[in-house]
């Protein structure tokens, strides 16, 4: 699959959503989305259909604010086929920001379930659900032609990006890259409260900002706490 041609097709974030959700460029990636949705159910799940495909960006076509996560989850986006939808880090992410007003609630369970986001628009930096939430280094940058044309697109209202995990700085800072922008030398590093300023091709600045990923692993152990998420959030 030409992915690059694939994604270049795209004329607006609607048509990448679309698209993406075809996409079978990484033969590892969709064996395991396909076997979770099969064979794979979480028993509390195992009445429920199964997206088991791509998940797609979700939110405002229009964003002022991009989040960049890491992947879909096997239970989670992969069953439910919206980000962060129907898993615990999605309690987190919609929470926060639902306190913020960038959500009109502060929970999601499934894709029909109301949910709406102003201003703000959430994409991951790999669209399918990888094995043990480990997506290589090639699937990475493959999916990343994705990430490129989305970041295109949102481009010319953009005002701020949060990436959530060194993954999603990573893909961040590859995608602006790509497309051409300028990005600060030596490359800025991932932590918890960073920032740096991208410049676009135009020459506005873009703020770049960091968050622990709000995965069980990070919220159950306190390293990643309400009052830290809220706060980078505050500043988008």
Do not use: K
């Amino acid at each position: 699959m030409d992915v690059a041609a694939l994604a270049a097709s795209a004329s607006d974030v609607a048509d990448v959503d679309a698209l993406v959700s075809v996409c079978r460029a990484c033969p590892r990636l969709v064996t395991w989305r396909e076997d979770v949705a099969r064979t794979g159910r979480r028993a509390s799940f195992a009445d429920q259909p199964y997206w088991g495909r791509p998940g797609p960006g979700f939110g405002d076509r229009r964003p002022r604010v991009l989040v960049v996560g890491l992947a879909p989850a096997a239970n989670g986006t992969n069953r439910t086929g919206r980000l962060f939808t129907g898993d615990r880090s999605g309690d987190w992410i919609y929470a926060a920001l639902h306190r913020a007003g960038y959500a009109n609630q502060p929970g999601s369970v499934a894709a029909g379930d109301g949910l709406e986001l102003t201003g703000l628009r959430i994409v991951s930096a790999v669209r399918c659900a990888p094995p043990a939430n480990r997506p290589t280094p090639e699937e990475r940058r493959t999916c990343g032609t994705w990430l490129d044309r989305e970041l295109d697109l949102v481009t010319p209202g953009l005002e701020s990006m949060l990436a959530l995990g060194a993954i999603g700085w990573d893909a961040a800072l590859a995608a602006a890259h790509r497309l051409g922008w300028a990005v600060p030398r030596p490359r800025p590093r991932f932590g918890h409260g960073a920032e740096t300023v991208l410049r676009a091709r135009d020459g506005r600045a873009v703020r770049l900002l960091g968050s622990y990923h709000v995965s069980q692993q990070n919220t159950f152990t306190g390293r990643l706490t309400e009052e830290m998420l809220d706060a980078v959030i505050a500043r988008l």
